[in-house]
């Protein structure tokens, strides 16, 4: 069964340093998603990502946040530099494309644990 | 106003018992409600979803009931096993806003 991949699994990194979180959605899927998971707390909508390029952002998404899609088959998530509340649980999910439209199923990855120093 | 509330915040259930998950929210122009089950270290399963046109949904041991005029919905598990034993989210979702809304999360715990 296709599945949505994340790496790495954990990233560790100091304030002030960038990151960049790598996802591989299912294939075919059109419609990409990071949430972010503090630990403990409910998944929090990030940004969605259609036709290359931004759909919605949340307030959490702000200037030192990027998302790409480098070629047919990535999405990452980039922070510029870091603080220390961006240490969360980062899920990226996908979405395939129904032909009446949207389709609403997202499917999770299995995240990424980042810790900032 | 997109918030989405969900109750209880922890259950503990014997097995082979139900276990009832209530959620609510505002927003009217939410049109999907998913429900996620999510084990520690893992990313959230698509469990089961409901669209607000249909008031029960029922997939093997797990039902959606929804109640459009209360703005309420809620997750089932029948017989209720140990391996149930997981963190729960409701979600909400409308495709003008392209983005899930998550509720708080339930922890279950089922019991021998």
């Known amino acids: 069964e296709p599945e949505v991949t994340q790496t790495p699994s954990h990233q560790v990194t100091q304030m002030g340093q960038e990151v960049i979180l790598r996802c591989v959605p299912i294939?075919?899927?059109?419609?990409f998603y990071w949430y972010r998971q503090i630990l403990g707390q409910k998944v929090e909508f990030l940004v969605s990502f259609y036709n290359n390029e931004i759909s919605e952002k949340s307030e959490i998404f702000d200037d030192q946040f990027s998302v790409e899609r480098p070629d047919g088959s990535n999405f990452t998530l980039k922070i510029r530099s870091t603080k220390l509340e961006d240490s969360a649980m980062y899920f990226c999910a996908s979405s395939p494309y129904r032909t009446s439209g949207m389709s609403y199923e997202q499917y999770f990855g299995p995240g990424t644990r980042l810790t900032v120093t | 106003q997109q918030q989405v509330k969900q109750s209880p915040q922890s259950l503990i259930v014997q097995k082979g018992g139900i276990s009832i998950i209530n959620c609510a929210y505002e927003n009217t122009a939410f049109d999907y409600f998913p429900w996620y089950q999510q084990f520690p270290g893992k990313g959230p399963a698509l469990l089961i979803a409901i669209r607000p046109d249909v008031s029960e949904k029922k997939e093997g041991r797990f039902t959606i009931s929804f109640n459009k005029s209360a703005k309420q919905f809620s997750l089932h598990i029948m017989d209720s096993q140990p391996g149930d034993s997981a963190t729960y989210f409701c979600?909400?979702?409308?495709?003008?806003?392209?983005?899930?809304?998550f509720g708080t999360g339930t922890r279950l715990q089922v019991t021998l």
């Open positions: 979600a909400a979702f409308t495709g003008t806003a392209s983005k899930l809304t």
């Open positions: 294939s075919n899927h059109l419609y």
